[in-house]
């Protein structure tokens, strides 16, 4: 009894500490702070939190972040990689799995995504570029990784690692697909593109699922903006910057954002100026204010 009381123990710990760090190494770590420059962390910090998102199989942080920024500027139109226009099993795995994408981004355009990251010689050994080579190695570590924490700590350890990252590795996918169909969730912004916020994919993805109020201000560390809105990531970031190791975080200014969109939803509906509406929604997408460095 004691021993299996032990073992469930020791699965239930792995299952959530992996969940928390993998899931955190994409949303904090990938995301937020690779991709989007939402806080400062120093480098330490960044590289540990960048390996959990790598322990999810999300591949080289160097290319995801160039995937993402590409997937900003094209939202829903042509050229987004992984829009659900173009299909649901496009945007979920085919965009991914088929090797488009070393086609659809080759390395001068990864280069011209990533000027800020792609001198970084921790964050370039993972690769820097869509290809084969660079997954594989991804692959073969996360599995190399499972088997050293099996010998180490025994069945019930690797077991739960395994479900808490392999859970985390679909928070991305969802997002990518559900919350960008229209039939699904609400927005609180009425920008161009399709992006939802979906709670139930919130709670799954630490709170990425408010990816309408993220698309509409994508420089914000916090995505949930609402009151009900949980965003397990910026509670983490929240703490971070409590404790001195985040700083320089980009919070929305919501009151700003609110006006500005009421503006740009009053534009729309009178269909007058589409280059006004075009610069009230770039003006909603910098309504941010940043907290000073200590
Ligand atoms: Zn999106
Ligand atoms: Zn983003």
């Known amino acids: 009894m004691g021993a299996v009381l032990l073992d469930l123990t ?44 790598y322990f999810a199989l999300m591949g080289a942080p160097l290319s995801w972040v160039a995937t993402h920024r590409l997937h900003h500027q094209k939202s829903d139109q042509p050229g987004d990689p992984h829009s659900p226009k173009d299909g649901f099993a496009h945007a979920f795995y085919e965009w991914w799995m088929s090797g488009e ?38 692959l073969w570590i996360n599995v190399a990784v499972r088997v050293g924490i099996l010998l180490a700590f025994g069945w019930p350890a690797a077991l739960g690692a395994t479900l808490g990252s392999g859970f985390v590795f679909f928070g991305p996918q969802l997002v990518n697909t559900i919350c960008h169909l229209t039939n699904h969730g609400y927005r609180n912004f009425q920008i161009t593109d399709n992006s939802r916020n979906v709670s139930w994919v919130a709670m799954w993805a630490l709170g990425e699922g408010w990816h309408n109020n993220h698309h509409a201000i994508p420089r914000s560390a916090r995505h949930g903006m609402m009151w009900w809105e949980f965003d397990l990531t910026w509670c983490a970031i929240w703490l971070l910057e409590k404790v ?20 740009l939803a009053a534009l729309r509906a009178a269909e007058l100026s589409a280059s006004e509406a075009e610069d009230e929604e770039l003006a909603l997408s910098e309504a941010v204010t940043v907290t000073a460095s200590k």
């Open 101 to 138: 994408m070393a086609e659809k981004q080759p390395p001068a355009e990864i280069r011209k995504q990533i000027p800020d990251l792609i001198n970084d010689p921790f964050l370039a050994w993972f690769g820097t570029e869509h290809n084969a080579k660079q997954a594989q190695m991804c």
């Open 244 to 263: 001195g190791i985040a700083k320089d975080v980009v919070r929305p200014d919501l009151k700003d954002a609110l006006a500005r969109n009421r503006a």
């Open 10 to 53: 020791s699965f239930l710990c792995w299952l959530v500490g992996s969940y928390l760090y993998a899931g955190l190494g994409i949303t904090l770590g990938y995301h937020r702070l690779l991709t989007h420059r939402a806080l400062k962390v120093p480098k330490w910090f960044t590289y540990f939190i960048t390996l959990g998102g």
